[in-house]
Every structure is written in C-alpha cells, then in structure tokens.
T-cell receptor
Framework: NAGVTQTPKFRILKIGQSMTLQCAQD?????MYWYRQDPGMGLKLIYY???????DKGEVPNGYNVSRSTTEDFPLRLELAAPSQTSVYFC????????????FGQGTRLTVV | GESVGLHLPTLSVQEGDNSIINCAYS??????FIWYKQESGKGPQFIID?????DKRQGQRVTVLLNKTVKHLSLQIAATQPGDSAVYYC?????????FGKGITLSVRP
C-alpha cells in the first residue's frame, strides 16, 4: 500500500490563481482530513469527510472547498489564492470513528506570492 | 527547509532521561485524546491514544496520563533517545472530528 499520497509536493501560486491539492489513499479508509500547518500554530483542520459524498467544515474552512466523489480521493480546492494561504498542507485518513490513528501524507508546501 | 517546530515551546532533555510533555485541552466532550509525533519534513505519526473514561495507558516506552479534573494530558517517554527528537502534538477526537493542539518541540541532548 502507498498509504496517503499528496500531490504536488511544492507549488508557488500568484495571488488570485486557483489550484487543486490532490490527496489519495489506498487503505479503504472512510475518514479523510485536510490540515494546514503554519509555524508556531500547529495543525488546523480545514475540512473533513466521513465518506463519499459527505464533507464538513473544520476550524479554518474559509477560502477552501473540497469534494469527496470516491472513497479514495479528497481534493482540496483554492479558488482565489491569497498570501494568507501560504502554508504546508497535510491530508490524512483513518478507518472509522473509533479509530484514532490517522495516517498522514508527506504534505504540500504552498507559497502564494 | 523550514522547521515545523519554529517558534513552538521547546523541551530539552538529556539522552537517557525521562521526558514529560504536557498539554492542556479545552473540550471536555472529546471521546479520545491522542499523541502524535512529527519529524522534520514528514507528516505527523500516531504514538498512543487514551479514551476519555481512562486515566492512564501504557505503550512501549510511552505512557499517557489524562486528568479530566484540570483538563490536562501528558506524555511520558522513558529513557529518551535521540530518535525521539521531534514536535509532539496532543490531539482530540470527538465523533469524526480530529483536531490538534499547537505542538511542543522535544530536543534530546547527547
């Protein structure tokens, strides 16, 4: 199993551009999560999903959108990139509600200039 | 690359000593409390969890203590090794929602 795969690893965007951060998992996990990590601020939950077709807002959802059309994929969309969205983004997945072990991808480092 | 631990509180311990990493939480309704470890350039990795109705849980070289009265969670690492150097996060799970605290950097002195 590849686990959780995020692409791209690095990206530089100009203000106002849009992009999609890809996340795929091959562990047949129901739950998937998107976090952003800023220096000194820890991990903040952006959006999460408990299964295909179901998504929920996390702590910092503004400026982002997600979709979950399949169990495997959970893309994160930035429509109008802003400098405040410069961060490292992590995708994670876990099997079910009682399972506390989430598996993380390697992260995507995004810079908005 | 930039350290994910930049500007986080730092705990420095001597190799071989025991480490105690503390965390205060706010949500009394959480079902589980969890500790994750993040090494530089990698995603967080699960260490150990504790259900909210428990006080203590032991793993291999690690122990998690939960004090619900003062909303305090701690991670004890026995015989700290250089490979334990990382950022440690406490996390809470309520239903399907998994949220993280700010993190603490553990630095192990040789």
């Amino acid at each position: 199993n590849a686990g959780v795969t995020q692409t791209p690893k690095f990206r530089i965007l100009k203000i106002g551009q849009s992009m999609t951060l890809q996340c795929a998992q091959d562990m047949n996990h129901n739950y998937m999560y998107w976090y952003r990590q800023d220096p000194g601020m820890g991990l903040k939950l952006i959006y999460y999903s408990v299964g295909a077709g179901i998504t929920d807002k996390g702590e910092v959802p503004n400026g982002y959108n997600v979709s979950r059309s399949t169990t495997e994929d959970f893309p994160l969309r930035l429509e109008l990139a802003a400098p405040s969205q410069t961060s490292v983004y992590f995708c994670a997945s876990s099997y079910e509600q009682k399972n506390t072990e989430a598996f993380f991808g390697q992260g995507t480092r995004l810079t908005v200039v | 690359g930039e350290s994910v631990g930049l500007h986080l509180p730092t705990l420095s311990v001597q190799e071989g000593d025991n480490s105690i990493i503390n965390c205060a939480y706010s949500n009394s309704a959480s079902d589980y409390f969890i500790w994750y470890k993040q090494e530089s350039g990698k995603g967080p990795q699960f260490i150990i969890d504790i259900r909210s109705n428990m006080d203590k849980r032991q793993g291999q070289r690690v122990t998690v203590l939960l004090n619900k009265t003062v909303k305090h969670l701690s991670l004890q690492i026995a015989a700290t090794q250089p490979g334990d150097s990382a950022v440690y996060y406490c996390a809470e799970k309520r239903g399907s929602k998994l949220t993280f605290g700010k993190g603490i950097t553990l630095s192990v002195r040789p």
